[in-house]
């Protein structure tokens, strides 16, 4: 059964703007605390952003100070602002439950298809 959905992504020139969208079910979001995450082609997959059940958040240096991680519980949906967007940000993100530390890349459950962020002049 699909358990999260990630929408919103596209192709963008630098210095542009997404928002990206995670739907999640119900009885994964009341109890954890959510994040997002991404692939680009040949690395590893990476923490990007986390965000608790009461608000607390934190985000990789690498988008520090350039996007934002909110959730609204009532939709059960994490999104993800991204600003200022750069060539390097290109990557398949994904979201996930998560540790507010960002210590780990591992989602506790099975990964959705993700949405494909390109960013290019």
């Known amino acids: 059964q699909v358990q999260l959905v990630e929408s919103g992504g596209g192709l963008v020139q630098p210095g542009g703007s997404l928002r990206l969208s995670c739907a999640a079910s119900?009885?994964?979001?009341?109890?954890?605390?959510m994040g997002w995450y991404r692939q680009a082609p040949g690395k590893q997959r990476e923490f990007v952003a986390a965000?608790?059940?009461?608000?607390?958040?934190n985000y990789a240096d690498s988008v520090k100070g350039r996007f934002t991680i909110s959730r609204d519980n009532a939709k059960t949906t994490v999104y993800l602002q991204m600003n200022s967007l750069k060539p390097e940000d290109t990557a398949v993100y994904y979201c996930?439950?998560?540790?507010?530390?960002?210590?780990?890349?591992?989602?506790?459950?099975?990964w959705g298809q993700g949405t494909q962020v390109t960013v290019s002049s």
């Open positions: 119900r009885s994964i979001f009341s109890i954890h605390t």
């Open positions: 996930n439950s998560a540790r507010i530390s960002g210590s780990s890349a591992r989602g506790l459950y099975p």
């Open positions: 965000v608790t059940n009461v608000g607390m958040t």
